[in-house]
Every structure is written in structure tokens, then in C-alpha cells.
Nanobody
């Protein structure tokens, strides 16, 4: 079973930056993609960014040009570099991993709070 451990969340002022990290451990089979989702209070969980095993990326429109996702394949780690943060980026951010055989796994979540 795969475990996802997230780190890097916290409190930052509007316009600031944070980097989230997510490391996968345990028995990991072929990974199709890794990514980040977020959920704000009283809102549905939404995709923020995703990177496939081949390196293709996609982003939510609201974060394009501000967030960058990257991955260390050798370490099964994914990063989310967040720049020019806005108050509307405040949410719990969840790491997501999709394996070819076992499907999706989720991290526990890390809180990001952007103060205006």
C-alpha cells in the first residue's frame, strides 16, 4: 500500500510563495500521475495541478502562470511551487497519486492560508 506524506503548507501573506512537497512511500507500482487538489471550506475538492509519468502537466485556470508542478521520479516525490499567492488560494491541499493497477491514493492534506 502506498503512503503519501505532504509538507510545506503554512501561513503566508498575499503575494508570497510556498512550496508543497509530497513523498510517496511503501509499495508503489507503476505511477500514471501525481498531482495536487485543494478544498476550501464549503467548496468541492478541485484539481490544482497534475503531472503524468511522461511529464505532461495540466493546471487549473485559476493558478496558471503562478503555480508550477514538478516531480522527482526517482524519489516518487511531487512538488507544487506556488507564487503570487492570493487569499482565494487558501485551502487544504491534498496530494494525489494514481497507479496503473490500484488507482488513486490520497495524502492527509496540508493547510495553506493566505492572509490579505
Amino acid at each position: 500500500q502506498v503512503q503519501l506524506v505532504e509538507s510545506g503548507g503554512g501561513l503566508v501573506q498575499s503575494g508570497g510563495s510556498l512550496r508543497l512537497s509530497c513523498a510517496a512511500s511503501g509499495t508503489v507500482w507503476r505511477i500514471n500521475s501525481m498531482g495536487w487538489y485543494r478544498q476550501a471550506p464549503e467548496k468541492q475538492r478541485e484539481l490544482v495541478a497534475r503531472i503524468t509519468n511522461g511529464g505532461s502537466t495540466n493546471y487549473a485556470d485559476s493558478v496558471k502562470g503562478r503555480f508550477t508542478i514538478s516531480r522527482d521520479n526517482g524519489e516518487n516525490t511531487v512538488y507544487l511551487h506556488m507564487n503570487n499567492l492570493k487569499s482565494e488560494d487558501s485551502a487544504i491541499y491534498y496530494c494525489n497519486l494514481v497507479e496503473a493497477v490500484r488507482g488513486a491514493a490520497w495524502g492527509q492534506g496540508t493547510q495553506v492560508t493566505v492572509s490579505s
